[in-house]
């Protein structure tokens, strides 16, 4: 005799059945969390619809379907749940992966609950953890660009003008010192022009409000493709996995030729560093349900539903850095100053975006999730 869960699978997974689905299963169905049950067999019996968003099958092929149909035997998320059964008690694993041909999904917690009117089935509660680190990691970045900032109109107000004197100072004995002193006088002269520089890059990172408008961001991808492979990135094949009925984006058409010009840049001294054969880049575009974040400087809410990404098959990144990555002054160059990526985080962070960076030898991927302003916006 099947229990409750097995008549409201039924119900749910077969939605052609006669049976009316019992108000408790239609209450889980609607709810945004990733719900699942599981038979003594590990055979599906129940998933809500954000379940079916997450594993990317529908009931009905649900229906047909083991857990082992969707991940490797050996999986964690399997002796969990024999930890629920054998101990008829409530497990709990943060931070697990779910890779496999059907799906990539990572930073999932998973909470796996026994159904006592029903021996042997388990819920599995699934919580993907991944926006929730997003946005602490745009947190992050906000301070770290703010920190930069401050830096930089310090440097701008007490550095630029004294520097500009010295610099100067070493072109007027330059004309009137004999051979030996010249040297000496070049190499001020050079020092000032080097320490300007660094910190006229630093006060890109001032706070100035940026005009927005509709950009179409395959025409910047398309940009930056051309101006790499005429010159940095001539030796690398360049792949692009557009989706071509994206809205525009919105936000200011230069700084993000700047973004995506900085990434490739990147992705391109990878490959090269790292002596990779057969070197490419992939340029993604792609449209998904995004979270909502405040604009700075501004009382509405911006959707990110836009993705950009930039793919290389480089080294990858290194450990020891993966996690300051967008910090200022944090490098895996020997001459890098550490202010590119910083740079780039503060741009996507002004127009009230996320940026992400998954690596791996022979993977990396930075993904842009950038707004499309909509027009029922509220505050």
Avoid: C
């Amino acid at each position: 005799m099947m229990g409750p869960w097995r008549r409201a699978a039924v119900a749910v997974l077969e939605p052609r059945a006669p049976r009316r689905v019992p108000e408790a299963a239609a209450m889980l169905s609607a709810l945004p969390v990733p719900m699942l049950v599981l038979d003594r067999e590990d055979r599906f019996t129940f998933a809500n619809h954000a379940a079916e968003q997450f594993l990317g099958v529908s009931a009905g092929q649900l229906a047909q379907l083991e857990l082992a149909d969707l991940v490797a035997p050996d999986h964690p998320v399997f002796l969990l749940i024999s930890q629920v059964r054998r101990g008829e008690v409530t497990v709990a694993d943060h931070d697990m992966s779910f890779e496999s041909p059907r799906l990539r999904k990572r930073g999932i917690a998973v909470q796996g609950t026994p159904l006592p009117e029903e021996p042997g089935a388990v819920l599995l509660v699934l919580q993907d953890a991944s926006a929730v680190r997003a946005l602490d990691r745009q947190l992050t970045f906000r301070g770290a660009a703010r920190s930069v900032t401050s830096m930089a109109a310090l440097l701008a107000h007490e550095v630029k003008n004294p520097l500009s004197g010295i610099r100067g100072a070493a072109q007027l004995l330059e004309a009137s010192v004999g051979e030996a002193d010249r040297e000496l006088t070049v190499l001020i002269r050079d020092e000032a022009d080097r320490i300007r520089g660094l910190v006229d890059r630093m006060e890109m990172f001032g706070e100035k409000p940026i005009e927005r408008g509709a950009v179409n961001i395959h025409w910047v991808m398309e940009h930056v493709r051309r101006l790499a492979q005429s010159g940095f990135a001539a030796a690398i094949r360049f792949t692009e996995v557009y989706d071509p009925s994206l809205p525009p984006v919105h936000g200011n058409r230069d700084q993000l030729v700047q973004v995506v010009l900085n990434l490739v840049k990147n992705a391109a001294e990878s490959i090269v560093s790292g002596g990779a054969a057969n070197g490419e880049i992939t340029l993604i575009s792609a449209f998904e349900h995004g979270v909502r974040l405040a604009v700075p400087g501004s009382d509405r809410r911006m959707h990110l539903p836009l993705v950009i990404a930039v793919r290389d098959n480089g080294p990858g990144i290194p450990d020891d850095i993966r996690s300051n990555l967008f910090n200022p002054f944090v490098t895996s160059k020997a001459s890098g100053s550490g202010l590119g990526l910083a740079l780039v985080a503060k741009i996507v962070s002004d127009h009230g975006g996320l940026i992400e960076a998954d690596s791996r030898p022979g993977r990396t991927e930075f993904r842009l999730h950038l707004p499309m302003l909509a027009d029922d916006a509220t505050p």
